[in-house]
DNA sequence: TATTGTTATACTCTATAACTATA
DNA sequence: TATAGTTATAGAGTATAACAATA
């Protein structure tokens, strides 16, 4: 594979500083990225949670009576900009915002039961999406995939 | 790394279900493009090129001549969103939209001198960008990673 | 009828700044 | 002073639908 890149690279009907967009791994990123997205969306269903929405009550979930500002760190978000995700949570009755005693200006986050039978299926569904859109990548070819993209987050992340 | 994957799903500890986010290649792919971008834009800089102008002005480049419509094909997106990308290279005077005798519909894209010197800056500080968020990755992971990228975008966009 | 470029419009996702109520 | 949640606002980036000019 490295020396498939190489020869690419040095070949010398495009020279050595070709400007092509089809080698450059951000590009790459972008295009597979909207693959994906759009392929989340149809396979959810149009009343379906959106990858954020999914996100965050998978987090909820996850981390019991978890605070808003913990959880937009932990999605990588303002917090505000969570508020809105939280409301759709709450209007759809999968979670709830409880006062905590003895700090009055958090809320900690509870999914319901519907929240977690919701969260359940969504996952259901993520899965199957997953499996059908990458049937052509093998389990390992998608594990390194993940380790590939993790390294990547782990540059501009800070945790 | 199949192995240790398939031991972290048998997991007693969290259940062959556990939600967990990362563990999706979709959750990973998201995170890991924030990043990127959000790089990408640092790196070139507050009066720079954002990613899809660069893309754009990197096709007109490669394929001189190419209308409006094509380009947005080859850049999947719709023939609309494109204008406001052109708008924004034609007043950078970077590109020029020429008529063509034959087809009064069509305009031909053409990359001035100035576009081309421009692309050719761009290139280099976007290698630069992802040289060095990628930094922790080999050649041979980087040529992957753009392998498998290139395998999801194969499912999702007409070709 | 179909296609090219365009406009108008709206939606998603995100960020920044400022507010309020607490601590 | 600092923090949690919130609001208002703006900016990318994208899509859909409709239009005029042309084929």
């Not at 969306?41 to 959106?50: D, I, K, V």
């Not at 709450?90 to 003895?102: A, D, I, M, N, S």
């Not at 993520?126 to 993209?149: C, I, M």
Request: hydrophobic share 40%; aromatic share 4%.
């Amino acid at each position: 594979m490295a020396t498939s890149n190489a020869m690419r690279k040095m070949d010398p009907q495009r020279g050595a500083v070709a400007a092509d967009l089809e080698d450059l791994v951000g590009y790459n990123l972008k295009r597979a990225y909207i693959v994906m997205q759009s392929d989340f969306r149809s396979a959810l269903g149009p009343n379906g949670l959106s990858a954020r929405v999914f996100s965050a009550l998978s987090l909820v979930t996850q981390f019991p009576n978890i605070t808003q500002s913990a959880l937009a760190r932990k999605l990588g978000i303002e917090r505000s900009g969570l508020v809105a995700i939280i409301d759709e949570l709450e209007k759809r009755t999968y979670l709830e915002r409880r006062l905590v005693p003895g700090d009055r200006r958090v809320q900690a986050l509870v999914a319901t039961k519907a929240g977690e039978a919701a969260c359940r299926d969504a996952l259901v569904a993520v899965r199957g999406h997953e499996a059908a859109l990458l049937s052509n990548l093998t389990d390992d070819e998608k594990q390194t995939l993940v380790d590939l993209l993790k390294k990547i987050r782990s540059r501009g992340e800070d945790e």
